[in-house]
């Protein structure tokens, strides 16, 4: 089945067509590993993940690449500002190595509690000092970097056409001067590849330009370029990322190789907290482990993020998330209940559910449209026949999902005193060896919408999704 993909660089959704299609390329650019990964942080990680998944459920094979910031970048996405893992390293009296590894654990723990697949390959910037000094020096070769008194600046007039992703108005920038205009600098929006390394700046390494530390976005070309090649499928991230770390990408690789490194550019839309932003003096910066702290499973989270396209602002509220438990709590149910359900399929009802199964699979293909997806699962988990089958389908829809849809929920449920009599019924029956009473009990049980289990801790009741 065909796959669109909406691409940044052409604003259109297009045909996805892979340069190779035994192994699909991706890059994604990774966290700066200086504080706590918000909730905010990790809607584009899932974003990623189910392209990952998406790809592997059409058959691909990956190859995804995400780094690890553990050096810089600035505070301001321009070229000002300080430091932003020396901040964190001055603050918290430990040595920028030590922010560096605590947060990157943090991260990845994150990842797991909401089960986004780590990448085949994660690269820090400390450990390719050495690419970076390569691509600054080729750039410098080609005419496509200057030396200034402070840094090597890449010079954006050399090429063709800046900016490419946006419809920056570069002039205007200038008026606004968000950037602060170093006058060394040939071009407002040049920016800098390397960095001479102040006196007392703790991170630097040895250059022709002396004591110095590598720019933020000639992180991603080098590292991209080094596992990926010159020219690869998809480059993903956050869509702040867009008019400065991307386009500056892409400048820094057509100077070296004249190629723009990626085919298909996709970014994910903010998270915003009660329809606004997420900021420490609002209070309302939530990490995973706050989510996990008001006694929800990290997943829920994760389901949530399918209310909306990645492309559309998704609104995080504490109602939803509760909303969204209880909608975990019936998917997983239903999986349960299908697993251990008798009845018989029909041709129509097989019909049915080869019909759902395209219809999910168009909506994933369709620029990961999530939550006409999600419409397709409900569908099928509100199956009428309860039978493994449907059981297997969702576990299918789950290898997109990720929502970990056979666990099964421990949390205490509000079981009807008439289903817990029945049960009470059929354990005495088995005590007595009636085992045609047992059966029928568990029949009439699930009738009514619950699902006995004989666990060896006992028995649990598990609610099921009733049909509407
Ligand atoms: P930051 O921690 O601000 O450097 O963000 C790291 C990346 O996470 C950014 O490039 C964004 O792509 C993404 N990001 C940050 N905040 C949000 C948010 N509220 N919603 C979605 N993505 C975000
Ligand atoms: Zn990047």
Redesign the pocket.
Known sequence: MEIYFYNTLTRQKEKFEPIDINEIKIYS?G??VY?N??I??M??NIFQDVLRRVLRYNGYKIKHVMNITDVGHLVSDGDDGEDKMLKSAREEHKTPLEIAQYYTKLFFEDLKELNVETPEIVCKATEHIKEMLEYVEELEKKGYAYETSTAIYFDISKLDKYPILTNLDLENQKAGARVEIDNEKKNPADFALWIKAPENHLMKWDSKWGPSYPGWHIECSAMGQKYLGEQFDIHT?????VPTHHENEIAQSKGKCGKIPANYWMH????LINGGK?SKSLGNVYLVKDIKEKGYDPIVYRLYSYSCHYRNKLNFTWEGIDATAKSLERLRNSYQLNLNGTDELTQNDKERLIQIEENFHKAINDDLNMPLAMSYVWELAKFEKKNPEVAKMLEKFDSVLGIKIDKINSENQDIPQEILDLVEMRKIARENKDWTKSDELRDLIAQKGYIVKDTKNGMEILKGVKNE
Not at 268 to 271: A, K
């Open positions: 650019c966290p700066t504080k990964a918000t905010g942080n809607r584009t991230g956050g869509i702040d990322l994910g839309e903010y998270l997420m």
